[in-house]
Nanobody, 121 residues
């Protein structure tokens, strides 16, 4: 199972970016998908998490600016980021948990390699 993220880049303050993440491999089912981020010198933090089809959970710092969406058929998760601020600069990591490769297998957690988002004028 692999998570492949794309869509990062450089954007001016107030701009928008969309991050995409695709989970691929022998996937039977998975629970949550979402995004974490890690800024230089800081710990990795949760940005937004979404359960199967429902339950958007953006953290307070991005609520109203970021929207998380999920496509259960394609095992994809998207993060639409609007009104970006310099404080949003970080490496963004795609995340998936409860990933099963067969009905009776235990679920595992997977991380993508990360995509850089830089907000700067």
């Amino acid at each position: 199972v692999q998570l492949q993220a794309s869509g990062g880049g450089l954007v001016q303050p107030g701009g928008s970016l969309r991050l995409d993440c695709a989970a691929s491999g022998n996937i039977f089912s998975l629970d949550n998908m979402g995004w974490y981020r890690q800024a230089p010198g800081k710990q990795r933090e949760l940005v937004a998490l979404i359960s199967s089809g429902v339950g958007k959970k953006p953290v307070d710092s991005v609520q109203g600016r970021f929207t998380i969406l999920r496509d259960d058929f394609k095992y994809m998760v998207y993060l639409q980021m609007n009104s970006l601020e310099p404080e949003d600069t970080a490496v963004y990591y795609c995340y998936a948990d409860g990933v099963k490769t067969a009905p009776r297998r235990a679920g595992k957690t997977y991380w993508g390699e990360g995509t850089q988002v830089t907000v700067s004028s």
